[in-house]
């Protein structure tokens, strides 16, 4: 079994200021995990994903994460926040070997980005 | 670049009727899905695709019903509409037949209301 637990439903920050959106996960097998933004009505866009690689990942829009096994942690950060980046934030962990089917979504993280 | 299409975009349903959720990909993927998000939940599987031919239930698949139609179009019905299936219903598609490694592209979303 495998759940995703997003520590913090809304953050918010200051245009200019760094970003973290924090993620912990816990998966019977070596996960995949991913994170995704959505934008008000809008679908769920890919911004990066971990398969095993490299513990840092780089996404799109100047986001990453990093792979922490003993933690079990993939916490999102940015260095400098845009307003642009005002969305919702959910992570997704996919248990390596477990099938496509067996996504789990955290409950997402609303991002405010402040003037 | 089509990606994911959903049609209809909006609906409202009164209790008891029915209507067919339509989902299209032009990406040649493999695997499609069916999710729906509720306010503070994340995304919740109902059904998915590994491939063509083949459709498998999710978390909450009571009151829905999926046809595989070819590889491009993916569709979910509900046979008599309930108040508890007013949602945002999210169809996403994926490369591979279950390897679960692949990240998954989502439509933009069809926003259901039942009255």
């Known amino acids: 079994a495998q759940s995703v637990t997003q520590l913090d439903s809304h953050v918010s920050v200051s245009e200019g200021t760094p970003v973290l959106l924090r993620c912990n996960y816990s998966?019977?097998?070596?996960?995949?995990l991913f994170w995704y933004v959505q934008h008000p009505n809008k679908g769920l866009q890919l911004l990066l994903k971990?398969?095993?690689?490299?513990?840092l990942v780089k996404g799109i829009n100047g986001f990453e994460a990093e792979f922490k096994k003993s933690e079990t942690s993939f916490h999102l950060t940015k260095p400098s926040a845009h307003m642009s980046d005002a969305a919702e934030y959910f992570c997704?962990?996919?248990?390596?070997?477990?099938?496509?089917?067996?996504?789990?979504f955290g409950t997402g993280t609303q991002l405010k980005v402040e003037l | 670049n089509a990606g994911v299409t959903q049609t209809p975009k909006f609906q409202v349903l009164k209790t008891g009727q029915s209507m067919t959720l339509q989902c299209a990909q032009d990406?040649?993927?493999?695997?499609m899905y069916w999710y729906r998000q509720d306010p503070g939940m994340g995304l919740r599987l109902i059904y998915y695709?590994?491939?063509?031919?083949?459709?498998d239930k999710g978390e909450v698949p009571n009151g829905y019903n999926v046809s595989r139609l070819n590889k491009r179009e993916f569709s979910l019905r509900l046979e008599s509409a309930a108040p508890s299936q007013t949602s945002v219903y999210f169809c996403?598609?994926?490369?591979?037949?279950?390897?679960?490694?692949?990240?998954?592209?989502f439509g933009d979303g069809t926003r259901l209301s039942i009255l």
């Open positions: 996403a598609s994926s490369e591979g037949e279950g390897t679960g490694n692949q990240p998954q592209h």
């Open positions: 997704v962990v996919i248990p390596l070997g477990g099938g496509g089917n067996k996504l789990t």
């Open positions: 990406m040649n993927h493999n695997s």
């Open positions: 971990y398969t095993s690689a490299a513990t």
């Open positions: 998966s019977s097998y070596s996960p995949s």
């Open positions: 695709s590994a491939s063509e031919g083949t459709t």
